[in-house]
């Protein structure tokens, strides 16, 4: 059986997840990510839709959406979009060009796809509040901001030095001429991006409030660690402490920048947005907001690449079981349509053969490949039930902290290690070893309980520098009640000397650190090793933690330092995969660049969900690197029939004897692949969408029924047995 590999030319995923305090959550939602009018190929499964823009078209767009049932949603840029009527002084009659983001070298920075990177100044947000307002006014559900953030290398424009000099009342200095003035700079940059995001919120809430309605707000961001190392700066962890901020989308992207493991520099898709997922879900904790995982495949190099960022970062999403609702977002912005003969794409894509449910071949365009696939992963985390999950992994209880400090100190003249080896260098190796470490935002250590449940904290302020003098004295109380902190710092780093409020009356330490040893009643700094704080322990360790990343040994030392912190001199558990059982699916990645070399052998009765044509196995082995996502057939209801998986919405099911009816609903004109279990075994199968019949393919084993058709405009009845 040929497997069809998930090539992603024109789609992007996005799997939101809602924290909930209710025991029973709500069925999850589908979004639709476009900038297009209503279209029968756009009209998939869910019953909202995101509107990119917010342009005077917008009403347009909103209005055939919801004419055809649909909510629609604002998606709203801050850093950059169709801006020109206000750059060029159309808007208000005052030229902006000044305000475009600009670097050292003179140059206004462009996007890719067009259009400048803004400062945003009050003018800029009084642009943008009046399209929120149209977006409101035209019945935008909710209102998304998307990517508050500047540039790291801008801060040379005349429109960010009147901010500078409002912000710091003096004279703005060029961010290259001192390590101070580039802090400054960094620091400045945050701050307008968390004004902006505020300030455009809190005027959404109070428009719509004026119109007699409610809206949600939103705001789509990069983690701070992947924003760091892709040179931005702007807020993430900070923004759920913004009033009118229901909630994050997080946005997990292919890596701007490989990893550094064990010496070796290459691309982790896996790793990093476990660890990016990670980031957002410990920023929300706590905070009862809304949080949704994102993650972009458009920028891919290769076909190859598609397929492995899709399984890895939709995969990774899923290892946080505490997130109990999903949304989706398909964004068909280039639309595929298979010929009626061929199946090829029209658009002049590749096509792909795989294996029919008549036993012959079908043929696939790349759109449709990734479309099955997405389709069939997004319909088995609908289903997925909200019971308590099942780990697999090795040691738990472990940390890392991080912060939206990480983007302060990335940029050259005195950049701290650009590539944050000091941060892969620690995580990754535990990552590898199957060590459940989760990132920890500091913005976060003062919320009641947060800490619970964590007995060993690895930190270093060689990527970050702490920016309230309070985080350290919760995190002194954590050490003092039992806590085992692991701090891997030279204190070496420039910006130790930044002009921070560990600088200032009446701290005036030369480093951050010096007043976390002191908040742990080390007043006369820790020894090398282990330094008894209370109940708890200080394990320090003077070596900057990107030797960790450059050396071949350097996940060995991390191990052995984590080894050295366990209770009772044991050694933390280890192993090659993650693993996690959920409901009556099954979740595995296995770790490759590790000691443990040997495959993942995976024994049952399986549909893989990671193949579209959803076949039946009762063995998968993972090598090293590799992930699955499977269907344990065994925990399925084995007294009613009932779709098992497949790329369509199923509703209306209908039970009677032997009989079994629904109806599935997707995008028109797309191949629908659905596997079936029937406690009856096979019977006759019929398709129709109205009055009309609708061809259809079928195969069986036994009580596992596959079913082979084309999507239409409307939803399709399925009848099985008579």
């Known amino acids: 059986?040929?497997?069809?590999?998930?090539?992603?030319?024109?789609?992007?995923?996005?799997?939101?997840?809602?924290?909930?305090?209710?025991?029973?959550?709500?069925?999850?939602?589908?979004?639709?990510?476009?900038?297009?009018?209503?279209q029968p190929q756009l009209a998939q499964r869910g019953d909202s839709v995101m509107l990119r823009g917010t342009a005077e078209q917008f009403a347009e767009r909103a209005q055939s959406w919801q004419q055809k049932g649909y909510a629609a949603h604002a998606l709203v840029n801050i850093a950059w979009g169709d801006f020109m009527d206000y750059i060029t002084g159309v808007w208000d009659g005052k030229s902006h060009f000044d305000e475009i983001q600009t670097g050292p070298d003179s140059l206004e920075i462009e996007h890719a796809g067009g259009g400048y990177y803004l400062t945003p100044s009050e003018t800029h947000l009084a642009y943008l509040k009046q399209k929120i307002s149209r977006a409101i006014d035209a019945g935008a559900a909710s209102i998304c901001l998307e990517q508050p953030f500047m540039w790291s290398k801008a801060g040379y424009g005349d429109g960010f030095k009147r901010e500078w000099e409002s912000f710091y009342q003096t004279e703005w200095q060029a961010p290259a001429a001192s390590m101070a003035a580039q802090f400054h700079s960094e620091r400045l940059k945050y701050e307008l991006g968390l004004r902006a995001v505020s300030s455009l919120l809190s005027h959404a809430k109070t428009y719509a409030q004026s119109r007699g309605r409610e809206v949600q707000c939103y705001v789509a961001t990069s983690s701070h660690v992947q924003s760091a190392a892709a040179g931005k700066v702007g807020p993430q962890a900070e923004l759920l402490y913004v009033p009118e901020c229901d909630g994050l989308i997080g946005e997990v992207e292919p890596e701007v920048k490989p990893t550094q493991y064990a010496g070796i520099t290459r691309p982790r898709p896996f790793e990093t947005a476990w660890l990016g997922y990670g980031i957002f879900t410990q920023s929300v904790r706590t905070?009862?907001?809304?949080?949704?995982?994102?993650?972009?495949?458009?920028?891919?190099?290769?076909?190859?690449?598609?397929?492995?960022?899709?399984?890895?970062?939709?995969?990774?999403?899923?290892?946080?079981?505490?997130?109990?609702?999903?949304?989706?977002?398909?964004?068909?912005?280039?639309?595929?349509?298979?010929?009626?003969?061929?199946?090829?794409?029209?658009?002049?894509?590749?096509?792909?053969?795989?294996?029919?449910?008549?036993g012959g071949a079908h043929v696939l365009s790349e759109a449709e490949a990734v479309a099955l696939q997405t389709l069939i992963f997004e319909h088995a985390v609908q289903n997925m039930p909200q019971a308590a999950a099942r780990w697999e992994a090795?040691?738990?209880?472990?940390?890392?902290?991080?912060?939206?400090?990480?983007m302060l100190q990335r940029v050259a003249l005195e950049a701290s290690d650009s590539t944050l080896?000091?941060?892969?260098?620690?995580?990754?190796?535990?990552?590898?070893?199957?060590?459940?470490v989760e990132p920890l935002a500091m913005e976060n250590l003062l919320r009641p309980n947060y800490l619970v449940?964590?007995?060993?904290?690895?930190?270093?302020?060689?990527?970050m520098k702490p920016q309230q003098?309070?985080?350290?004295?919760?995190?002194?109380?954590?050490?003092?009640?039992?806590?085992?902190?692991?701090?891997?710092?030279?204190?070496k780093d420039a910006f130790n000397h930044a002009p921070g409020w560990w600088r200032e009356e009446p701290n005036n330490f030369a480093r951050p650190s010096e007043h976390l040893f002191q908040a742990l009643g080390l007043n006369n700094g820790p020894e090398l090793g282990r330094n008894k704080a209370g109940m708890g322990t200080l394990l320090y360790v003077t070596e900057n933690p990107v030797k960790y990343a450059h050396s071949a040994s350097g996940p060995d030392s991390v191990l052995a330092l984590l080894d050295s912190a366990m209770p009772h001199g044991r050694q933390a558990r280890r192993q090659n995969y993650f693993k996690l059982h959920h409901g009556p699916y099954v979740l595995a990645a296995a770790f490759d660049e590790t000691t443990i070399s040997t495959a993942l052998r995976l024994r049952g009765d399986w549909l893989d969900l990671f193949d579209v044509t959803l076949p039946r196995i009762s063995e998968k082995h993972l090598a090293p690197g590799e992930q699955a996502f499977l269907l344990d057939l065994t925990q399925c209801d084995s007294t009613k029939a009932q779709v098992l998986a497949g790329s369509a919405k199923i509703t209306n099911e209908q039970r009677n004897g032997a009989r079994y009816t629904f109806t599935a609903r997707?995008?028109?004109?797309?191949?629908?692949?659905?596997?079936?279990?029937?406690?009856n075994g096979d019977g006759p199968v019929s398709a129709q969408c109205g009055r009309s019949p609708v061809p259809i393919q079928k195969k069986s084993a036994g009580k596992i029924i596959w079913l082979e058709f084309e999507q239409q405009e409307l939803p399709v009845e399925i009848i099985l047995g008579e």
Not at 294 to 307: N, P, T, Y
Not at 311 to 339: G, H, I, K
């Open 1 to 38: 059986m040929t497997r069809i590999k998930p090539i992603v030319a024109f789609f992007s995923l996005l799997l939101a997840a809602h924290i909930l305090a209710q025991a029973t959550a709500k069925p999850p939602a589908i979004i639709i990510h476009t900038a297009s009018s209503w």
């Open 287 to 358: 905070h009862d907001k809304t949080l949704a995982f994102a993650f972009d495949l458009s920028r891919a190099a290769s076909w190859e690449e598609r397929e492995r960022i899709l399984e890895a970062q939709a995969l990774a999403a899923l290892f946080y079981p505490a997130c109990s609702r999903y949304e989706f977002n398909l964004r068909f912005d280039e639309l595929f349509v298979r010929t009626e003969k061929t199946g090829a794409a029209a658009n002049g894509g590749h096509a792909l053969t795989t294996s029919s449910t008549n």
């Open 394 to 406: 090795g040691e738990r209880g472990i940390g890392i902290l991080t912060s939206d400090a990480l």
């Open 421 to 436: 080896a000091s941060f892969y260098g620690i995580a990754l190796p535990l990552i590898k070893h199957g060590i459940y």
């Open 453 to 463: 449940g964590y007995k060993i904290i690895f930190s270093s302020y060689r990527y």
């Open 469 to 491: 003098a309070k985080w350290h004295e919760r995190l002194a109380t954590w050490v003092k009640t039992g806590g085992t902190l692991i701090f891997i710092d030279d204190e």
């Open 666 to 679: 997707g995008p028109a004109r797309l191949l629908a692949r659905l596997t079936l279990y029937s406690p």
